[in-house]
C-alpha cells in the first residue's frame, strides 16, 4: 500500500486517467472527489462487498437450478 499526505485542494492521478482530490477535511472525515472515466465503476467497499457477496449467492443459486435440473433429464 502507498500511503501519501495531501492537504486540501491537492491530488493524486492513477493510470493517467484517474484523478482523486482533497475537497475538504473535518475532524475525522475526509471528503474526497474523484473523476475517473465511466467506464471505471467506483464503489465505497461496504457496497462493494455486499455487491460480491450477493453476486456469490446468486452464483451458487444457479448451480442449484441447474443440478435439479440435471435430476430430471
Known amino acids: 500500500m502507498l500511503a501519501l499526505s495531501r492537504k486540501i485542494g491537492e491530488s493524486i492521478v492513477i493510470n493517467n486517467d484517474i484523478e482523486i482530490t482533497i475537497l475538504e477535511i473535518k475532524g475525522d472525515q475526509v471528503k474526497v472527489g474523484i473523476a475517473a472515466p465511466k467506464s471505471v465503476p467506483i464503489y465505497r467497499k461496504e457496497l462493494y462487498l455486499q455487491i460480491q457477496e450477493s453476486n456469490k449467492e446468486a452464483a ?11 435430476l430430471f433429464d
Not at 451458487?60 to 435440473?69: F, H
Open 60 to 70: 451458487d443459486s444457479v448451480a442449484g437450478v441447474e443440478e435439479l435440473s440435471n
